[in-house]
């Protein structure tokens, strides 16, 4: 069964840092674009952050750019979002999707608040 669990989520006060988890079962994450998205309250899910299954290339979204650095541990079959420098703009609920030619999915997303 094909299952991706994000954690790492919270309240942290802006400037802070926090890093998301991303667990993969049913799948290995090397054969996949693997991505964070986010969706802020009364806005649309936006891309923040991919790596290619080839070379592991990473492009980030403007806003975050300098910011955030995604990763992945191809061992522990898991994609990390690292945060740095959070702003209270920042703040939404945060989803992993894994992404190939026969497959898109979506982990359940996990919340970050950035407030002071």
């Known amino acids: 069964q094909v299952q991706l669990v994000e954690s790492g989520g919270g309240l942290v006060q802006p400037g802070g840092s926090l890093r998301l988890s991303c667990a993969a079962s049913?799948?290995?994450?090397?054969?996949?674009?693997m991505s964070w998205y986010r969706q802020a309250p009364g806005k649309e899910r936006e891309l923040v952050a991919s790596t290619s299954s080839i070379g592991g290339s990473a492009n980030y979204a403007e806003p975050v750019k300098g910011r955030f650095t995604i990763s992945r541990d191809n061992v522990k079959n898991t994609v990390y979002l690292q945060m740095s420098s959070l702003k209270p703009e920042d703040t939404a609920v945060y989803y992993c999707?894994?992404?190939?030619?026969?497959?898109?999915?979506w982990g359940q997303g996990t919340l970050v608040t950035v407030s002071s």
């Open positions: 049913g799948f290995t994450v090397s054969t996949h674009v």
């Open positions: 999707n894994a992404r190939n030619a026969w497959r898109n999915a």
